[in-house]
DNA sequence: ACCGCAGTTGATACG
DNA sequence: TCGTATCAACTGCGG
């Protein structure tokens, strides 16, 4: 008489999920669909509203799909660490097996192992099904030499050794009713002194973990209000929830001429309405939709037609993504910093540490995360990301480029961690990966390629169409002038609107010298404690 | 080993 | 006003 909990995390869905399958092979007497409401996302991630609001959704979404198949069902959310929690479900509820989708996230590791570990001295059985990524990303390590995939090349020639990813599987017809839901111990709550990351979007106290089974006592899924945001705080009209991301694969498929003539690079970073790409980031990060879902759906209509193929196709996208994934599974936690990481290039940037003073840098920063630098591109783009919490592929490259070695030369963590709070499709591997290409400090090493806020752009909108969008003050401004509005005469600049932080054409030439230097020094994160002197990278190796 | 090529660019010169 | 060639000059990869 199996009783089974299975844990949701980042597989907010019920299609494509192989380790929901897995629990429900168990033929489970009852089944608990739990989230645990964990204070290291609800205080120690920055999350912005706009994310809340999308997890929120996938959360209501998820809870009534299960209720459909089962009225007596729904997702089950208590307000509780996992480590501390779950250990007494399984003693108070007598839970026979744990059933989650493996996670090599560092955090996500670490957890799990303690998990793991503790279920194993209660006798509990844990089940955990790779579903997350298209493969294990510790076989696609396995299958490139035990080494991080550090290129798409790399990460290509092991998905040929490891073979097809699964096919998708439907969702389940029949899903078993809850077991008890007493809770008869006590609430461990976050820790009073825990440093809450995302305080400064909050209007009053959160007050999420007042009851572990929340204000209703029936474990719902909390809300805005709860969390302690204003109700208007989030602004984008991009929502989550599993019907959603379906509906817009659906979508997608029907359009099999977009599939087979994608080529991510040549997609418009300036068009809007609609955006020139797929926008199922988010989904694909809170699992809304299965990656093999999304990854079968297009492949079948790229091989169907003459599309490029991967890298650049769509199913190349999700490639990337996993490239990022094994990279993450293989180097740890410090793939997302320099410091100790010997794969990521040491760069003498400004603000290395967050506490540093440089003055100048620190407003340069603020300036760029606002989109306040006097440049339109670089601030609508970063205007954009605020409002909505997606911006274009392209986009983001160019702000990337603009904050480290293209301007500011300001650290790229620091960038990393703006887009940590902001983005909808926040996914600690892919931002810590683009971040680490952009800045040319891993997986891209031409960093005399450098985006110019003027000229990049006008590629596609030399109207400035996007920029009159998200940079209202220079609705009206001629287009010859929307990318360089210092150079407007005095009655046609809009007094509104920021001077440039700097020169341009300056800071490009310095930042091209000092990346050249940073290079020939060749040193890595692992060199850290020892960069003003310690050996170059460069002789040591043996290649 | 060595060589040539291609990779999510920009500025300029040319017909 | 275009499209295209060229240079700048780093790595990983394949022949």
Redo the contacts with the bound molecule.
């Keep these: 008489m199996a009783k089974v909990i299975y844990w949701f995390r980042t597989d907010l869905r019920l299609h494509d999920s192989p380790a929901l399958a897995a629990a429900l092979d168990l033929k489970p007497d009852c089944l608990w669909p739990i989230w645990t409401w964990d204070p290291h996302y609800v205080y120690e991630t920055r999350v912005h509203p706009n994310r809340w609001q999308f997890l929120l959704d996938c959360q209501n979404d998820l809870s009534e799909g299960i209720q459909k198949i089962n009225p007596k069902s729904r997702l089950i959310v208590m307000r509780e660490a996992p480590t501390t929690l779950l250990p007494k479900l399984f003693k108070h509820w007598k839970v026979t097996h744990l059933v989650f989708e493996k996670d090599v996230d560092a955090y996500g590791r670490e957890r799990d192992e303690k998990i793991i570990e503790i279920a194993k001295e209660q006798g509990v059985e844990v089940i955990v099904v790779n579903g997350r990524t298209l493969w294990d990303s510790d076989e696609v390590v396995k299958a490139n030499g035990n080494k991080p995939t ?5 990460l290509e ?1 092991a998905a040929e050794m490891l073979g097809d990813p699964q096919k998708p599987i439907p969702a389940p017809k029949k899903l078993p009713n809850l077991g008890t839901l007493d809770v008869i111990f006590e609430q461990n709550k976050p820790s009073k002194d825990i440093f809450d990351k995302n305080k400064h979007n909050r209007k009053s106290k959160d007050q999420s973990y007042n009851q572990i089974a929340g204000p209703e006592n029936g474990f719902e899924v909390p809300t805005l209000e709860e969390l302690g945001f204003d109700e208007n705080s989030a602004t984008t009209p991009i929502r989550g929830g599993e019907g959603k991301a379906l509906q817009q694969l659906e979508k997608l498929a029907n359009d099999s001429k977009f599939i087979m003539t994608f080529e ?2 040549k997609t418009a970073p300036t068009q809007f309405d609609p955006p020139a790409t797929t926008q199922l980031s988010p989904h694909v990060h809170f699992g809304s939709i299965g990656v093999r879902k999304f990854y079968w759906t297009a492949r079948d209509i790229e091989e169907k037609g003459n599309s490029s193929g991967p ?2 196709s769509l199913t ?2 999700l490639l ?1 993504r996993e490239m990022y994934f094994a990279a993450f599974a293989k180097i740890g936690a410090p793939f997302l910093r320099t410091e100790g990481n010997p794969h990521c ?1 040491y760069v003498p940037w400004s603000l290395r540490s967050p506490d540093d003073e440089n003055k100048k840098a620190n407003e340069w920063l603020d300036k760029w995360a606002h989109g306040q630098t006097g440049f339109p591109w670089i601030d609508a783009a970063m205007r954009q990301l605020r409002q909505e919490g997606w911006i274009h ?2 986009a983001r ?2 702000v990337a480029c603009f904050l480290t070695r293209g301007g500011c030369f300001i650290a790229w963590e620091r960038g990393l961690e703006v887009f940590e709070e902001l983005l909808l499709d926040h996914e600690p591997a892919c931002n810590a990966g683009n971040w680490q290409w952009l800045s040319c400090t891993a997986f ?9 806020p ?3 752009p006008q ?1 596609w909108d030399k109207n400035g169409d996007y920029i009159r969008k998200y940079v209202p003050e220079l609705k009206n401004i001629p287009g010859k002038f929307i990318y360089e509005p210092w150079k407007a005469p005095k009655d046609q600049k809009p007094a509104d609107y920021p001077e440039p932080i700097f020169d ?2 300056e800071r ?1 030439k310095i930042c ?1 010298d000092q990346m ?1 230097a940073a ?2 020094a ?1 040193k890595y994160g692992t060199d850290i404690n020892s960069y003003e002197k310690g050996p170059s990278r ?1 002789k040591q190796r043996t ?1």
């Design positions: 550090m290129s798409i090349k790399q020639a991510k690079p890298p650049q190349g996208q990337f290039r592929h392209l490259h160019a891209y090493a031409m960093y005399y390629r450098m985006y110019s003027v000229s990049f590629k341009f054409g490009r091209m050249k290079y020939e060749g460069k290649r």
